[in-house]
């Protein structure tokens, strides 16, 4: 969502559901903490109005205006009553803001390996307005994904929705800032100019996560975009050596089973 957009969320089915908020808060009131503006509740902007100004601004009688800044004692979270019916989603709106990112069709699907999904502005075109794109990353069983870093100096907040498995970030230092094992429910977060890879334990790893990436292996490299002989000096390796690092860095590389 972009900044200023109203936003209400149902659950309609008999489960519960979990809304996981990840997006950039250096704009906020206090830098680091999501800025909500609430139109009703005990936080509303109506209660810091208070009856007077609101009945007169919606020409309303005090008892009326008394009742649609009062009646609603919760703050963010409330029971809908026994009958009322929502209004369904519109399937034009829906089209425009909303997208299955764990879907079969992926952008890349490895054998044995995961998939990999990305929701961009040429999907989604809010994204663009808002400024961000997401991944999703299913790893099967010990599967490992590539390191990759932020193409724009961005930070990505990565999710694990299901599973465990070893995340390892390496910095500018050339040495890992971050080795550790997280498991479903954990958030980590990638600074800028860092590079992530994991590798997912025998029950398999699912990361959600909003970034901008490029890759350090596979034909979206900077390795493949290199001639042999750069190659060759850069790494301090034999011709027979660049010639293989750069053949094997030819082909799509983000998954490895």
Known sequence: MSMGVISWWFNGGDTDVAIIFLGESTKAL???HFTYFLVAGTLGTLVGFQSDFVARTFNLSENEASTLVHNQPETLITQIDKGVKLPK??????????AAIDTPTADVVVKEGGIVNSLTEYK???LGKIGLSARFVRL???AMLVPSYLADGSIILSYVTKGSGLIRIVGSTGKADLDTRVEEG????VPPFFAV???ADDCGMDLFSVHVFGQIAGEMSIWNALSPKVLQTTLNINPELAE???SRNAKSISIIP
């Open 30 to 32: 206090e830098p680091g």
């Open 89 to 98: 989603p519109n399937k034009q709106v829906t089209e425009t803001i909303y």
């Open 124 to 126: 989604i075109p809010v």
């Open 140 to 142: 099967e069983g010990n």
């Open 186 to 189: 954990d958030l980590f977060i």
């Open 197 to 199: 890879a994991g590798v």
């Open 244 to 246: 293989d690092f750069k």
